[in-house]
């Protein structure tokens, strides 16, 4: 049986009851083929969109990706504060065990309106990839089949309202605030430090070694016949897609900073002269 948390007290604003919780829940559940689909035809377009892109000139969008990127960093900024109090609430009064055990944050008006927003927004990001193919950037594998794995896994682990997710999702709203926000100030023309891209990806990694361990801890518990506020099956889809990302995102801290091609790693050398002189 699940315990009872302290009360945790944050001011609910009105448009924060808009949404219910149940209702928002039986839609996901209902549709939740509709996060396969999307993923599918996001797989169709940016493939089939790169292959028209081949034969026509790049595009700028830099005002459509300012727009579009400063949307998300503000919605990650809201989202991050809006879910850490209860995260930080939880963890100070009832300690790790409630904190990745309890789903709680489920009840709440406040974390439940932006769980149910997080979720749906996972289909949203997808038009990240959008930019980058009309644009004709490079798409590497870590950029797609993120977007498609945190889509299907943030719409099932949903459904269950899995009590873990609590961490998964103050995780993400806080490293997307820093990532977007990097985003926007880099599609506004405005020179960002490389030390900052490092930071994120650090960021990145350290969010994936988090949820590996958040995984392997409710994994214990469940094994020692405690209650859980969640299923096995989720747990192992969860510990697999975080240390498939967590395996990526060393790979590509690697090849970007440690052991960066010849044209890459003397941009970077440039940078740090740039900046040593400007101290």
């Known amino acids: 049986m699940a315990g009872t948390v302290e009360p945790f007290n944050m001011t609910v604003f009105e448009f924060e009851k808009s949404i219910d919780s149940g209702t928002l ?12 689909w999307s993923s599918l035809v996001y797989v169709v377009v940016i493939f089939g969109g790169q292959w028209i892109m081949q034969r026509k000139e790049k595009y700028g969008l830099s005002s459509a990706l300012t727009l579009w990127s400063g949307m998300l960093a503000l919605f990650s900024v809201i989202g991050t504060v809006r879910m850490w109090p209860e995260i930080i609430h939880v963890l100070r009064y009832e300690g790790l065990y409630h904190s990745s055990c309890v789903a709680s944050y489920m009840e709440h008006p406040a974390t439940q309106f932006w769980t149910g927003l997080f979720t749906l927004s996972k289909i949203i990001e997808l038009g990240d990839t959008v930019f980058i193919v009309l644009r004709k950037q490079p798409l590497i594998f870590l950029h797609w089949y993120h977007h498609i794995t945190v889509l299907l896994y943030t719409w099932y682990s949903f459904t269950e309202k899995s009590s873990h997710g609590r961490w998964f999702i103050c995780m993400n709203f806080a490293v997307h605030a820093v990532m977007y926000s990097y985003y926007t100030l880099r599609a506004m023309k405005i020179r960002v430090p490389n030390q900052i891209r490092m930071l994120i990806t650090m960021l990145q990694l350290i969010q994936m070694v988090i949820g590996c361990l958040v995984n392997f801890y409710v994994y214990s518990v469940k094994k020692q016949g405690r209650y859980c506020d969640i299923s096995m099956r989720n747990i192992g889809y969860s ?20 052991n960066p091609p010849p044209r890459a790693a003397s941009s970077l050398t440039a940078e740090k002269k740039r900046l040593s002189k400007a101290q």
Do not use: E, G, P, T
């Not at 510990?239 to 440690?258: G, P, Q, R, W």
């Open 239 to 258: 510990f697999v897609m975080y240390l498939s990302y967590f395996v990526l995102f060393a790979k590509f801290f690697y090849d970007s900073y440690i």
């Open 25 to 36: 829940l039986q839609f996901v559940k209902n549709h939740y083929m509709l996060s396969v």
